[in-house]
């Protein structure tokens, strides 16, 4: 028995993104994209909440790449991780990977996600929240976790997906949201323009 796809796309669609893992959640859901990044300065504002800066964020990379390609829906996402009201973002280097780590461990944290749909004048901007408690870290496993390399691309400098899994105790809300696509609310809105459809229908 193969493997059927379960959603099949009706209009065309760009996923602005250059995340490997956004790519791989709409691929494995058998939604056909093309690919395009969009160059923008992912600096927060003075007095940002995180959840404005993941909505504007993507909604900035979302207009972006809808200039070059008019006739396409734009997908766009961008995940902010923060605790007690300060973003993490990615890691400038290994010392500062650490010290994010250590700033999450035994607490809970909040993973904004922002996504935006564009076409032409027709925009969508949501934000989806999820908590997240790290278990008690000793400084030996947050070295060796950063050792892996991990951290380094990852906004608060861990990936739920790969081995900065076992560094989470527990998560409310969710889980696909943390990966960096919150993909029912996704799935949700790209049904709603008839983007895309289940495949049986």
Do not use: C
């Amino acid at each position: 028995m193969t493997d059927s796809p379960l959603f099949k796309t009706l209009q065309p669609l760009v996923l602005a993104s250059g995340s490997p893992r956004r790519r791989r959640m709409l691929a494995e859901l058998g939604l056909d994209f093309t690919l395009a990044v969009a160059d923008i300065a992912e600096v927060a504002q003075p007095g940002e909440s995180p959840a404005d800066f993941a909505r504007r964020l993507a909604g900035e990379k979302a207009a972006a790449v809808a200039l070059r390609h008019p006739a396409s829906w734009v997908l766009a996402a961008d995940t902010v991780v923060a605790r007690a009201g300060r973003i993490l973002g990615k890691p400038a280097d290994p010392e500062d990977a650490a010290a994010m780590l250590a700033a999450l461990s035994g607490h809970w944290h909040t993973v904004w996600t922002g996504f935006a749909l564009r076409r032409g004048r027709d925009v969508l901007a949501e934000v989806v929240a999820t908590e997240v408690r790290f278990a008690e870290l000793s400084e030996p496993l947050i070295r060796a976790y950063v050792a892996t390399g991990e951290p380094l691309d990852k906004a608060g400098a861990y990936g739920i997906q790969g081995r900065g899994g076992l560094l989470v105790r527990e998560i409310r809300g969710s889980y696909s949201n943390v990966v960096g696509l919150p993909l029912a609310e996704v799935i949700a809105a790209l049904t709603a323009r008839a983007i895309i459809s289940p495949a049986s229908l």
